[in-house]
């Protein structure tokens, strides 16, 4: 029998969310049949109930950060064989990193591309942007869209300025986004309106795109969103495979790794009665040196 094989991108599941969810649901509905009827009032009333106590009940799980967590229950017994990607799996990197590769692509823009070279003054905040965004190339609007498709009324930015819900009901004409404008695994490759950050290192590509957007309308610079994007996106691109940042990792590895002793003992316990694997697009020099 061959061996099985697992990404170990998650581990444990745990048994206390569980019971917690049980009893998050008992309590819900306890809560909607004190209100006795389903009257705005009273579904505000028990939200705000329901939200105070997962609040509370949040703070004193106390949860490990370092901990692997899964969605679904697996049995490791019969795993022999166990694969790893490198960056964000068995690596993690600083804030410096991200604030080095907006530097850069940012060089790359006003250098290589012709922006206004104002654009170099605007300082890297890495408090702006989150992972999961999305962009419109149409409205050039960064957004968050939940797993249902519909935007996140009060996520929406152009540039730096928050887009107000009149505003963006009026675009969209609602809040839902029908999937064939969204950016999927199916569709990557493709043509699609709405571009999804989902990795870390989007993070500083999606800080740029807001900075290049806001510097632009504040200078009633006239341009194309879409345009806009494909250049960001090109500058970071470009900041990858030139080979700076294993270099700038490389040579400083205090200021842009992460130290995580935790994930050394959790290979060699796993090396003692299992086969790993790495894959990875990193050069094997810059792993090797690792």
């Not at 790359?108 to 905040?125: E, F, Q």
């Not at 957004?143 to 498709?149: E, G, L, R, V, W």
Request: glycine residues 4%.
């Amino acid at each position: 029998m061959p061996p099985k094989l697992v990404n170990l991108g998650a581990i444990l599941f745990s048994f206390k969310a569980r019971a917690s969810l049980a009893a998050r649901s008992l309590q819900q509905k306890l809560c909607l049949r004190q209100i006795g009827i389903f009257n705005t009032e009273g579904l505000e009333r028990c939200f705000e109930q329901r939200r105070q106590h997962i609040r509370e009940e949040t703070e004193a799980w106390n949860t490990n950060t370092s901990a692997i967590f899964t969605n679904s229950e697996l049995s490791l017994k019969r795993v022999d064989v166990y694969g790893f990607d490198f960056d964000y799996t068995l690596i993690h990197y600083t804030v410096e990193l991200h604030k080095f590769i907006y530097e850069n692509a940012k060089d790359y823009l006003v250098g290589k591309a012709d922006y206004p070279s104002g654009l170099k003054d605007m300082p890297y905040d890495p408090s702006f942007a989150i992972r999961g965004l999305h962009f419109d190339l149409k409205h050039g609007l960064l957004m968050k869209i939940d797993a249902y498709s519909h935007i996140q009324l009060t996520s929406v930015y152009r540039g730096h300025t928050p887009v107000s819900t009149e505003e963006v009901l009026k675009l969209y004409g609602g809040t839902h986004i029908p999937a064939h404008f969204l950016e999927s695994a199916t569709t990557v490759g493709r043509h699609a309106r709405f571009k999804h950050f989902i990795d870390l290192f989007s993070i500083p590509e999606v800080t740029l795109l807001a900075d290049a957007s806001e510097y632009l309308l504040y200078k009633n610079i006239p341009f194309d969103s879409e345009y806009l994007f494909h250049d960001v996106q090109s500058a970071v691109a470009e900041v990858h495979r030139s080979g700076a940042i294993h270099k700038a990792i490389t040579d400083h590895p205090d200021r842009y790794v992460e130290y995580t002793p935790e994930i050394a003992q959790l290979l060699h316990r796993l090396k003692n009665d299992n086969k790993l694997f790495l894959v990875t697009n990193s050069p094997f020099w810059f792993v090797y040196v690792h």
